[in-house]
């Protein structure tokens, strides 16, 4: 089975602190994905990356940067964490294959919470 | 990528069948539908992904009109685990990441 593995399960961090977010899979994706996930707001797509050192925003960049240096790691970055990044961060990979139908890996999600 | 329409919360009660509609009316012609179920406390899981009529597999089945405007996913005699939000997606296959997750059905499943 895939594994997407998430480092935190719960975090807390003060206002105006830099945090990481680490998600790693071990099924060689070349996608993954960075989601935030808020109550009556479902899923929104922070940043995304379909290759080594290649990221493309997503629809809520703002306030986050990402890192993708090895295939099976992709970091979320808060520069200056701030209340309204309080939320479950969800982690994602998948693979490119032409021709079939791609499914999302999820891990089971970072709930930070900002100070 | 086309705007889906779900029912925000359904219930249900343990062994019957549940069959939850989403409305899809400016579906592409190479858009899939995609379902995924969410847990408490977890990132959503893949269930089924079609492209017209009918695809089954061992966790529940998927209908789809000719139409394709709408498409229902049916799961047979839920138990209280079925218990779960259930989103559904529309856009091409290549996608996936990009997709829109909306609110979701929230399913509850009574004894």
């Known amino acids: 089975d895939v594994k997407v593995t998430q480092s935190s399960r719960y975090l807390v961090k003060r206002t105006g602190e830099k945090v990481f977010l680490e998600c790693v899979q071990d099924?060689?994706?070349?996608?993954m994905f960075w989601y935030r996930q808020d109550p009556g707001l479902g899923l929104r797509l922070i940043y995304f990356?379909?290759?080594?050192?290649?990221?493309e925003k997503g629809d809520i960049p703002e306030g986050y940067s990402v890192s993708r240096e090895k295939k099976e790691r992709f970091s979320l970055i808060l520069e200056s964490a701030s209340t309204n990044q309080t939320s479950m961060y969800l982690c994602?990979?998948?693979?490119?294959?032409?021709?079939?139908?791609?499914?999302?890996?999820f891990g089971s999600g970072t709930q930070l919470s900002v100070l | 990528l086309a705007k889906t329409t779900q029912p925000i919360s359904m219930d249900s009660y343990e062994g019957q069948e549940v069959n939850i509609t989403c409305s899809h009316n400016?579906?592409?012609?190479?858009?899939?539908i995609t379902w995924y179920q969410q847990f408490p406390s977890q990132g959503p899981r893949f269930i089924i992904q079609?492209?017209?009529t009918k695809v089954t597999n061992e966790v529940a089945s998927l209908f789809i009109p000719a139409d394709r405007k709408s498409s229902t996913l049916s799961l047979p005699r839920v138990s209280l685990s079925d218990t779960a939000v259930y989103y559904c997606?529309?856009?091409?296959?290549?996608?996936?990441?990009?997709?829109?997750f909306g609110q979701g059905t929230e399913l509850s499943v009574k004894p």
């Open positions: 994602a990979s998948s693979e490119r294959q032409p021709g079939t139908n791609e499914k999302l890996f």
């Open positions: 099924m060689d994706h070349e996608n």
């Open positions: 990356s379909y290759d080594v050192k290649m990221k």
């Open positions: 400016n579906i592409a012609t190479n858009d899939y």
């Open positions: 079609g492209y017209k």
């Open positions: 997606l529309v856009g091409p296959w290549d996608q996936g990441g990009k997709l829109i």
